[in-house]
DNA sequence: CGAATTACACTTAAGTGTAATTCGGTGCCTTAAT
């Protein structure tokens, strides 16, 4: 059968969307793929088509829980039943049924950590997969490092022999991520998918300010008078609440987003938000990762972002739909020393590699120092992670490195957000490719006509305003 | 690291200067104790 027809037949498209066909067939010939597509633009299906031309199961290693149920649902709405997230949602029996069964799947969808779990891989040690798709990639480079080293550890179960096809997928596309991506996935020269990074429909705005409380105002008066739905990043959980509490005073359908709020609630501020309940999102970088909402026309940036690629990533979540959108960059001088505190605040330092060394001279557990609060939790399994791959007197190097490399990031992104030059042109540059069309109201610098924008955006506003029966249902029902 | 706030010491008692304190992101998984 044509991929077309299978196209058609099993998910009901007509056409191929941009490079979907291209990485599929790669991936059909066998080849190894690097697909940087952007959201929105049908990266899933690169997986999901081959996953019913492929006679064996497809796993997929996805990094948030939320994100494999919206998969799972996805794929189970195309009738899809052999479909799992094999993840720490299941009880012990249902795990132990899941993976009994395993090769019965078409799609196996699971986290890094699980997949590294021994009864996990004793399982897929005994099975045939037809491929291994990587999803939102970029977190190899982003979070391996020093968050997640189950991510880097994946790469060492990757480089046996005998592997199916590995496709990994992301929207982000700086050199630095594709060679981790390929390094740490031991990829053999892979066919690589690049799209084009710039959002023409996004425009770049940037405001200034001395003080960083001089925000405050600016935002609230700029939130009640142009039009949502909208994203307002902050750099702290506190900072997050304390401003999402000031827009509610100030009359606006607000919510607070940040690790520190239960799952439950997160879930249902995000389902809100995507149903039109509220207008505002106030997040810290928790938020966005797998959101589909496409008429998100505002995205703020309250302090600077830690690095450009945070920074794509996430006034990419604005006007999915292709309409006009707006991203504006709040700046002043001491986001930067903030950011740079911030990103670099959890890694441990030599001192804890001495430390960590001593307690094993000592016949101490190292966790100890867990007990001693002398490291977080994060910062230990960072840690005892490179001393197992590396010396001590590298481990010390190394860390010391990647401090080096996250202050390298938040100067590139502190360049970009205070260049005189087109930001857009600066921020495409920044991804590897050169801005070959300068849309109207392209940036800041390039000048952006906010009046209209807006007046846009508020006309659109209204036209919306009109269409929600589902509130208007409820409210004739309840009688009003 | 750094800024902002609070605590405290000092000395013709209400303000000044200095020291101490506090705060700062991202997610898997598990398991013991409620």
Request: hydrophobic share 40%; with cysteine; proline share 4%.
């Amino acid at each position: 059968m044509e991929l077309e027809q299978i196209l058609a037949k099993q998910f009901g498209y007509t056409a191929f969307r941009p490079g979907q066909k291209e990485v599929i067939e790669a991936i059909l010939e066998g080849k190894d793929v690097i697909a940087l597509l952007p959201t929105g633009m049908g990266k899933s299906l690169c997986y999901q088509l081959p996953g019913y031309i492929l006679q064996k199961p497809v796993l997929i290693v996805s990094p948030l829980l939320s994100l494999m149920q919206d998969q799972v649902e996805e794929l189970k709405r195309f009738g899809e039943k052999r479909v799992v997230a094999l993840n720490s949602f299941l009880t012990v029996s249902e795990k132990r049924y899941v993976l009994h069964f395993l090769e019965q799947f078409r799609f196996i969808f699971t986290s890094p950590e699980m997949l590294l779990q021994q009864q996990v891989q004793d399982k897929l040690s005994q099975m045939q997969l037809g491929l291994i798709v990587v999803d939102e990639a970029h977190c190899i480079s982003q979070w391996g490092f020093d968050f997640r080293p189950d991510y880097l550890r994946i790469g060492q179960w990757f480089s046996q022999a005998n592997r199916p096809p590995v496709l990994a997928l992301s929207a982000t596309a700086t050199n630095k991520v594709v060679n981790d991506i390929r390094d740490t996935l031991s990829l053999d020269s892979p066919f690589e998918f690049l799209y084009n990074v710039d959002r023409s429909n996004i425009h770049l705005g940037r405001v200034v300010f001395e003080d960083r409380e001089d925000k405050v105002h600016w935002i609230i008066q700029h939130i009640k008078e142009t039009a949502g739905p909208g994203i307002l990043y902050m750099s702290s959980r506190k900072r997050a609440e304390q401003y999402s509490e000031v827009l509610i005073q100030a009359g606006i359908r607000a919510a607070a987003y940040h690790a520190g709020i239960g799952a439950e609630d997160r879930q249902f501020i995000q389902q809100q938000f995507i149903d039109g309940e509220l207008d505002w999102i106030v997040a810290t970088n928790a938020f966005g990762m797998g959101i589909n909402k496409s008429d998100i026309r505002q995205v703020i940036h309250e302090t600077m972002p830690a690095n450009v690629e945070n920074y794509m990533q996430e006034i990419g979540r604005a006007g999915r739909d292709g309409h006009p959108a707006l991203a504006i960059l709040l700046y002043c001088d001491s986001d930067v020393e903030l950011a740079k505190f911030v990103v670099t605040g959890d890694l441990p330092t030599s001192g804890h590699v001495d430390r960590y060394q001593e307690l094993l001279n000592q016949q101490i557990q190292p966790s100890q120092m867990l007990k001693n609060g002398e490291l977080s939790e994060t910062a230990f399994r960072v840690l005892d992670y490179w001393l197992q791959q590396e010396t001590m007197e590298q481990v010390k190097v190394r860390l010391n490195h990647l401090a080096l490399e996250k202050y390298r990031a938040v100067n590139e992104m502190e360049k970009i957000s205070r260049t005189k030059d087109c930001i857009r042109k600066q921020l495409v540059g920044y991804f590897g490719q050169e801005l070959l069309k300068k849309p109207e109201n392209c940036c800041e610098n390039c000048g952006i006509n906010y009046d209209e924008i807006n007046k846009a955006r508020l006309k659109e506003e209204k036209k919306i305003e009109m269409i929600p029966w589902k509130s208007r249902l409820k409210q004739l029902l309840m009688g009003f």
